[in-house]
């Protein structure tokens, strides 16, 4: 049974810090890793998606990697601000019709 | 486009009522997916379909949930009678295929508060 764990589960950082956020998951034989942000009340926005076949994405300040041997992604944020403030989550992909497993969050504030 | 719609977007009501959820999925999108998030269980899936088909529904905690997609615009979860317990958001995504691999997008979700 798939398992996602997320750590820290918060992170609190000044402005302009780059800054990575952990994800592990315990069975490497995923389709695809989707990372996701969550700001409070509100629902989830997707970020990046990384295929199995592929090492990482990239968009804009965020760069997010995979790592299926070591069962480890990683999502690297740039030059922090405080609007990046919010909860990230991530969530692996089986080959059981799209079906998302969830870890529990970092919850990141980015301090002014 | 204009993303997921899910309504209500707040539901208060009391125990033992009958609460019903609402979805529209992107236009286009075959496959849909239930999720429910707690502060203590996080995000689970619940059920999804695709192509208005149910996939799977194992993760639906009881009897007392039940879910249907009707056509490729909508679908309804439903809980008769709720308890307290399950007061909290529910979220529905969608994807173009359900294949293993698609990208999901989340609706706002429902904040649901049982009395």
């Known amino acids: 049974k798939q398992e996602v764990t997320q750590i820290p589960a918060a992170l609190s950082v000044p402005e302009g810090e780059n800054l990575v956020l952990n994800c592990s998951f315990t069975d490497s034989a995923i389709y695809n890793l989707q990372w996701f942000r969550q700001d409070p009340g509100k629902g989830l926005t997707s970020l990046l998606l990384i295929q199995s076949s592929q090492r990482e994405q990239t968009s804009g300040r965020l760069n997010a990697s995979l790592d299926k041997s070591s069962g480890r992604s990683t999502l690297y944020i740039a030059a922090s601000q405080p609007g990046d403030s919010a909860t990230y989550l991530c969530?692996?992909?089986?080959?059981?019709?799209?079906?998302?497993?969830f870890g529990q969050g970092t919850e990141l504030s980015v301090k002014p | 486009d204009a993303g997921v719609i899910q309504s209500p977007r707040h539901e208060v009501t009391e125990m033992g009522q009958e609460v019903t959820l609402r979805c529209k999925p992107i236009s286009g999108h075959n496959s849909l997916f239930w999720y429910r998030q707690t502060m203590m269980r996080g995000l689970e899936l619940l059920i999804y379909?695709?192509?208005?088909?149910?996939?799977?529904d194992s993760g639906m905690p009881e009897d007392r949930f039940s879910a249907k997609m009707p056509n490729a615009s909508f679908s309804t979860l439903k809980i008769q009678p709720s308890e307290p317990r399950d007061s909290a958001v529910y979220f529905c995504?969608?994807?173009?295929?359900?294949?293993?691999?698609?990208?999901?997008?989340f609706g706002p979700g429902t904040r649901l508060t049982v009395l």
């Open positions: 969530a692996a992909g089986g080959n059981q019709g799209g079906k998302l497993i």
């Open positions: 995504a969608t994807s173009t295929s359900g294949r293993a691999g698609d990208e999901q997008f």
């Open positions: 379909f695709n192509n208005n088909v149910p996939i799977d």
